[in-house]
Every structure is written in structure tokens, then in C-alpha cells.
């Protein structure tokens, strides 16, 4: 496994590099479901290549990946959730704030999960049986804070809505935040930044952050508490997990 | 005006490195107007260092400050406008995400501004006379874009009750991103990470990037079109000078 870690570590950073270097030229951008779900071809271009690296290695794993419908069971054999750019609104706009991400899971139980902060060079990576590090700095495990000197990362439109009462748990604590892209907000959740993190968002969204998160003393559940399916969009909260009882008496 | 804006940037590189060194030790956190307007023991002391380095330097010259009701009026003389840390509730609750600005005016006319991102180590300087750099890069004027593929820099609140329209105006744009903190998200605006920006805020919140802005095509205006008043806390927008008409159509 532990080679395997560290091939994963390559294969994102190559990625990274990538990105940088595709970014500084024209790229394509087109709509998804609706205008403001995009995607670009350096999405799906990164996306390939980190396929065609991890097929080369390990030609019998799976995959479950955000372009092209790649859709694999997280229950069955040795997956890989990929997505190449996650926060594609952010790498659109800004040229900023959007992370590639990566998870590794066998029979359904996840081995480890990286998050590449791109532009800020930030590679987050552990779970399991690794230690989660920022770079060459070790992650320490959530410890019990008092919510009012708390940030709370929101979607903007759960937050707009009080969607699952979210809004009444955001009141706990000292404010909100809107980063928009799933894997920077968990990054600032793993490193203390922010108290928790609520979103509707996809399995490759969050399949990093819950193994890297587990280790830390986190949980990645539905806003009903439940293990999320691995399949669909759901409402899903990366919340600690000493902070259940409270969290969950206001959010379901 | 050359030797007094070198001046400036040496008193904020130096308070970044006293804020930096003081905030791995423990400092006291006070509310003042209420549980989520909070002020530091460093915020008081920082401001302090940096009024006694602009006093040895420039004995005649007046303050606009945050702490400890420092309120000389814009229009007479030569004014320093500080804010000490720009973000207080990032600085506590993340120790990243806030900023130390600097703005100086004479007469009522911004010489140059400043915002140092202190846990990054950017430093936004200019206006007036002089190009608006962050560090080496020479930032560029705001080209006209389409706001589809733009996001807006948004005050939770004001987002929330859509005061003066803001949500309505957002909804033009690809999303919204809360940041807290005016003086780095102003920034986001001046990198063209952020179209614009809207809050409720102050004149140590506001001046350095009005100063800066003017020169990269940016205004800083009240949400009614209006200069503001550098004595209250007003709600602005800092927004690109040319789209001032279709945002003036949706936020009054």
C-alpha cells in the first residue's frame, strides 16, 4: 500500500504541473447540466491522463471519475475517484482555488485520498493507514473548539435556503464562508481554518476529504447522518465528529 | 511623495512580522459592539507601532484608525488611514484569510494605498502617482468581461436579505464567494479574482483599495452611487468603473 501512496503521489503532481502549464493557454469551456455547471477540456484532458498513468501501473484497478461517465461500484475490486479539477467555477473564474483529487478504495474501504491545492502548491494527503500531512506538515486531529470563535464553510444556495436547517447550525458558530470547489473547503476544514463544511456534492467531491477526514477525527455523512451513496449528488456535511450530537440536533 | 510611499511599505512589512511573531503566542480577544465584532490585543498594539513609526517619521501628519477612536477628518491635511488587521474574525478563527492597510491622503486626495496579505506574503501597493503592484507583478486595469464566468465578493448578511439589491445583481454573475475580511477580498477584485465586492464597512476597511482601485478602473462607492463618507460604517461596492451602469440598474 505504501507504494502505491506514493505512486499516487506522483500521479497527482503530474497532473498539477499539468494544469499550470495548460491554464496559461485558450481552453475550452462548456456547459453541463445547467450554466453554471461547466466543465473544460483540460478537465477531461487531466482526467485521461490520470487514467491512462494509473492503468499503465495497475492494470486491473477501476475507476469512478467526475468526466466521460466512469462509473465503477466503490464496493467492488480497487477503485480510484478522480476528479481532475474540482472547483471548476473557481479554476474558470479565478485561475485559482481549485484542487485535483484523488482516492483509492478497496472492497469499498478507503486506503487514502490527496487533494492538490494546484496553485498554492499544497499537496494534502494521508488516511488510513497513513498520517494526513499538508505538504511536510503533519495534520493534527480536530480538537473540541468552542463554535463562537468558529468559521462554518456553506454552499451558497443551502445556506440561501436553510436547506436541512444548516443555517440555524451556522448560528452557533462565528460566521460563514463561501470558497466555492468542494476540496479547497475541506481543505480548510482538515487544517482548522474552518469548523465543518456543508455542501451538495458528488462522490469524487468528497471521497478524499472522508478518508483523509476519518483520520483526523472528521465524518463525511448526508445531512441525515447517513453514509453517503457514492453514486448520486447528495447534501452531504465533513463535520467533526466529536460535534455530532450538537451538529445533528439542528441539521437533518 | 516617492520616499513617503517607500516609507509606508517598510511600517506594514514590519508590522506583518510583528503580527506574524505575536500571533504563535497568546493574545487576548475582546468583543466590542457585539459577540462577532471582536478586537485582539495585537490588533491595539500593532496599530500603536505603526502610528509611532509614521509620528517619528512625519510629526505634523494625522490618524484615521481603527482602535481606540483615532478620527481625524479625511479632508484636512495629511491623513494616515490604518487598520491594524483587516479580518479580525479570520485572524482568530483561522490565523490566515486577513490583512494590514495603510492608506494616505492629503487634503481629501488618496496619495497611495496599501494591503498587505499577511499569512501569504502579497503586497498590494499604489495608486495615486504611482502603478498598483502586488509585490513584483504590476497588477492590470480591469478589462471588461463577461460576468457569466465572473463571481462576486458578498458580505454574508447583505447576501442574505439582499440589501440593496446585491443578490439580484449576483445572479448575473457565475456565483458569489464570502471571504470575510474587506481588505482581501478587495484584493481578489484588484487580481481580477472577484468582478466586485459588497459590504458593510468602514473607512480603515475601504480607503487603501478606493486609492488602488481608482487606478485599475475599479470605484469605491455607497450601494446609492454616492462617494463614501470616511466617518461611518456605510454599505459599498468596489466595482469596475465601467459596468457602474448595469450594476446602478439592479443595486440602489
Redesign the interface.
Known sequence: MNRKFLFAKTVIQKAGIFIKEQMQHDFL?EEKAD??DLVTSLDKQCQAMMIEAIRDAYPDDHFLAEEDDIRHLISKGNVWVLDPIDGT??F??????FAIMMAYYEEGVGQFGLILDVMRGILYAGGGQFDVYANDTRLEPYQQRDF????VGVN?QM??ENTAGIRDFTALA???????GAGISMT?VMS???LAYFSNIAPWDYAAAAIMGEKLGYSLLTVNGEKPDFKTRQQVMFVPTKALGVIQSLVH
Chains 1, 2 share one sequence.
Do not use: F, M, P, S
Open positions: 469551456i450554466e453554471t467555477v473557481n474558470i473564474a479565478q485561475g485559482d482555488h463562537k470563535r468558529c468559521l451558497a445556506y440561501l462565528l460566521g460563514v464562508r463561501i470558497y466555492g480548510q482548522g481554518k474552518l
